[in-house]
């Protein structure tokens, strides 16, 4: 492609993703200047498999938004079945396959019992997820206590 036509492309609306790459481009060589380890493959490495996990919720997340519908529980989510297996592999003895059926199964139920109230009893998806982004947390309106009896 020339860059007589890649001008012509930009100026017809269809390079919306040019802005976006000019920015990689520009994050990966300020961070490379600042550290010469950035592009290495060990590096590389370590962002793909720590981006693994968000990138699959963002997909869950757009096919939500695409529906018209929003969920804001969904990192709540994400962290109670986290938390699930993490119990039952290191606290309570069980192999990492079972954890982890548990916790894609904790996550199941969860988005189950979401989607009852959203269709059965038509309460919006905003507040049913906003609902669950605030009990999934397991917080308590009560004000936690140490053990010598002071406020934590």
């Known amino acids: 492609m020339t860059v007589r036509a890649a001008l012509r492309r930009a100026q017809g609306g269809r390079a919306r ?28 490495t370590n962002l793909v498999l720590q981006i693994a996990a968000m990138g699959t919720m963002s997909v869950g997340v757009v096919l939500v938004l695409l529906l018209g519908e929003i969920d804001l529980s969904v990192g709540a989510v994400s962290g109670l079945a986290s938390a699930v297996v993490a119990v039952l592999n290191v ?40 609902a669950g982004l605030l009990a999934w947390q397991g917080r308590s309106s009560r004000p936690r206590i140490d053990r010598y009896g002071e406020r934590l």
């Open 17 to 44: 993703s040019l802005p976006v790459l000019f920015g990689l481009a520009l994050i990966a060589v300020v961070f490379r200047s600042l550290n010469e380890n950035f592009l290495s493959a060990r590096n590389l």
């Open 91 to 130: 606290h309570r003895g069980f192999g990492p396959v079972p954890s982890v059926a548990a916790g894609i199964a904790t996550g199941a139920m969860l988005g189950f019992f979401h989607g009852l109230w959203f269709t059965r009893f038509r309460v919006p998806s905003f507040v049913v997820t906003l």
